[in-house]
């Protein structure tokens, strides 16, 4: 049968797209053999390069597990995450992550010298190799097992060790190695001055990998603060941190403009080893909310993106949707804001056909601060798809034997910005009152 395939996986929503599916025509069992000449470090320093055990699949899904090259043929399959130290590969760019059972790859953009967690569809005892490619071009080579238990970690904190001049209305994040449970942080991670706990809420992000305090009140001028992550935070299997954490800073004397402009929400979005028959040269994806609330209803829609083509080479680039470049921001940020749990729609078009999935709001925007199916309470400024990495090869792999194929890979991150409705002002006051304990 002719395989005609384009896969899409969307964070821990796990999408998985279809335009047509006939074939997977990756193995499910290659061959583990290592060139000669090859250099892979199989024992990478287990706290900088780390890999979680699996999570398991979101029950999204159920949109098409069998697209990732066969690798979710089995109920065994989850998600692991792949994390490196902040600073640990200062002169890194790219990781390119191989399952070495299902050859599926998918790759990760370093920044500050490290990953933040990168999902990576795999099973317990699956090897893979991250091959990370250096300013020059050269490659390192690692080789990494994923476990069968691992207990979650920090990757990075913000404001980091020892910071000096912080500003007043910051806020605090915690990067884990895997998603963490929200439930679990209120009473295991605290900011505080002295004895006493700073009030304020926590939110995740990054489909659950990244914590943000949001302080209640401005912090204290030239002050020293504590951030305590204790081990009784756990993952969303249950199993609580390995390494307890504790993060000092002092902060400055003013507030920071830009820092009334938070990141709501992420959703990372990551396509593996994806590729249709046919040729074409560029992709083109489309985030959308419509003012439907049933699956049976089309509703009106308001799209972002879809007027922009990426092309191989696109790599670092940032597409941004304001209410002064997309006419259909207004539309999308009331619908976003409205306390109402409409459907989101991500698809991805190669110009010769294009797939997607529709979802609820709560569903998609996992990392919203408030208690609200979507994320009422705030103002959006604007809506961001940043390309970590394209690849568009055409004519690709030709599975068929005629030419006409094309493999095309797109990882990418969606980034909603915007502020509190009415809370600049309250963030500005000169004399916050006291911190109080939080029992």
Not at 91 to 112: H, K, P, W, Y
Not at 207 to 214: I, L, R, S
Not at 223 to 250: H, K
Not at 297 to 303: A, F, L, R
């Amino acid at each position: 049968m002719r395989s005609r395939r384009a896969v899409l996986v969307v964070g821990t929503v796990m999408l998985a797209a279809w335009i047509a599916s006939c074939a997977d025509t990756n193995p499910t069992n290659p061959a583990d053999t290592t060139d000669s000449t090859d250099t892979t470090d199989t024992n990478p320093p287990s706290t900088e390069l780390v890999v979680s055990d699996t999570s398991s699949l979101p029950a999204a899904a159920s949109f098409g597990r069998r697209g990732v090259a066969a690798a979710l043929a089995d109920e065994a399959v989850g998600v692991a995450y792949v994390s490196v130290s902040s600073g640990w590969m200062p002169q890194g760019e790219l990781a390119i992550i191989r399952n070495r059972r299902t050859d599926s790859t998918t790759t990760a953009v370093l920044r500050d010298g490290g990953i933040d967690p990168h999902p990576v569809v795999a099973r317990a005892g699956d090897s893979l190799d991250v091959d990370i490619r250096v300013t020059g071009g050269a490659l390192v080579k690692f080789r990494i097992a994923v476990p069968v238990s691992r207990p979650p970690r920090v990757v990075r904190a913000f404001p980091p060790r020892g910071k000096t001049g912080v500003p007043l209305n910051a806020r605090m994040a915690v990067t884990f190695t895997e998603p963490m449970d929200v439930a679990t942080l209120e009473s295991s991670v605290s900011l505080r001055r002295g004895t006493e706990a700073v009030p304020g809420s926590w939110h995740l992000l990054h489909g659950g990998t990244e914590a943000v305090f949001e302080p209640a009140v401005q912090l204290a001028p030239s002050a020293s603060y504590q951030l305590d992550v204790t081990g009784q935070v756990r993952d969303t299997d249950g199993e609580p941190l390995g390494e307890a954490v504790a993060v000092d800073f002092t902060t400055g004397t003013s507030v920071d403009d830009d820092a009334e402009s938070v990141t709501l929400d992420v959703q990372t979005i990551t396509s593996f080893g994806s590729g249709s028959m046919g040729l074409f040269s560029e992709l083109r994806f489309m985030l959308r909310l419509t003012d439907a609330t049933e699956f049976s209803d089309s509703g009106t829609p308001y799209p972002l993106f879809d007027d922009r083509a990426i092309r191989d080479g696109d790599d670092g680039d940032t597409i941004v949707a304001t209410d002064a470049t997309d006419p259909h921001f207004a539309g999308f940020a009331a619908l976003a804001t409205d306390g109402i749990d409409q459907l989101v729609t991500l698809s991805l078009a190669t110009g010769l056909g294009s797939g997607g999935s529709t979802q609820h709001e709560s569903s998609f925007f996992t990392g919203r601060p408030g208690p609200g199916p979507d994320l009422a309470g705030y103002t959006i400024e604007r809506v961001e798809f940043v390309i970590d990495s394209v690849r568009i090869v055409s004519p690709g792999e030709d599975p068929n034997g005629d030419g006409n194929w094309t493999e095309a890979d797109l990882s990418g991150r969606v980034r909603v910005i915007g502020r509190r409705t009415g809370g600049a002002a309250m963030r500005r006051t000169a004399s916050p009152p006291a911190a109080r304990r939080v029992p």
